[in-house]
T-cell receptor, first 117, second 113 residues
Framework: DQQVKQNSPSLSVQEGRISILNCDYT??????FLWYKKYPAEGPTFLIS?????DKNEDGRFTVFLNKSAKHLSLHIVPSQPGDSAVYFC????????????????FGQGTTLQVKP | NAGVTQTPKFQVLKTGQSMTLQCAQD?????MYWYRQDPGMGLRLIYY???????DKGEVPNGYNVSRLNKREFSLRLESAAPSQTSVYFC????????????FGDGTRLSIL
């Protein structure tokens, strides 16, 4: 089973507060994860990634945490800004793809974040 | 920097009509992908081309065909459009060599009546 799941369709936070977006996966062999951000009428853009050899990766206001035992990752945005309002997707290459390196990705369903001024 | 360019941006078809969605990238990437996005379903891979000269099926290939015309261009064809193919279609590209991000176009919104 190779699934990446985002169980919260939407999240609303106040400007300046923390946004936490969650993602679960079903196969412990997933070893690399990416977060994408998507604005309406645009394509997804890469935001941040994490390898399974790490449990945290930070880039400015964005931090991704990986909990391998729980098969769970989360994206923290601190502080949240109105411009962060978008759909966020987590994604991962399928576990058996490593040797063939096709670059395929499995995406979660997405979470719509609304940051209120 | 154009990146990944998709044409057209919008299209309305009648059931049974055919159509080709075009995608071109100017980043000299080896791998290209076609996804569809439906509400509550995330992005699902239709077909991909890991390198020039190769194409393979993704998760939802039925009803579609692809052509990797050259390194820059990867087209998606609907031979006989069905209402179930109403969706937003995204093309993406990636440079080979280890796990790394894909770069996406802005999508084609396709409605089939």
């Amino acid at each position: 089973d190779q699934q990446v799941k985002q169980n919260s369709p939407s999240l609303s936070v106040q400007e300046g507060r923390i946004s936490i977006l969650n993602c679960d996966y079903t196969n412990s062999m997933f070893d690399y994860f990416l977060w994408y951000k998507k604005y309406p009428a645009e394509g997804p853009t890469f935001l941040i990634s994490i390898s399974s050899i790490k449990d945290k990766n930070e880039d400015g206001r964005f931090t991704v945490f990986l909990n391998k035992s729980a098969k769970h990752l989360s994206l923290h945005i601190v502080p949240s800004q109105p411009g962060d309002s978008a759909v966020y997707f987590c994604a991962a290459p399928p576990p058996r793809d490593g040797s063939s390196n096709t670059g395929k990705l499995i995406f979660g369903q997405g979470t719509t974040l609304q940051v209120k001024p | 920097n154009a990146g990944v360019t998709q044409t057209p941006k919008f299209q309305v078809l009648k059931t049974g009509q055919s159509m080709t969605l075009q995608c071109a990238q100017d980043m000299n990437h080896n791998s290209m992908y076609w996804y569809r996005q439906d509400p509550g379903m995330g992005l699902r891979l239709i077909y991909y081309s890991a390198s020039e000269g190769t194409t393979d099926k993704g998760e939802v290939p039925n009803g579609y065909n692809v052509s990797r015309l050259n390194k820059r261009e990867f087209s998606l064809r609907l031979e006989s459009a069905a209402p179930s193919q109403t969706s937003v279609y995204f093309c993406a590209s990636m440079r080979q060599g280890g796990p790394q991000p894909q770069h996406f176009g802005d999508g084609t919104r396709l409605s089939i009546l």
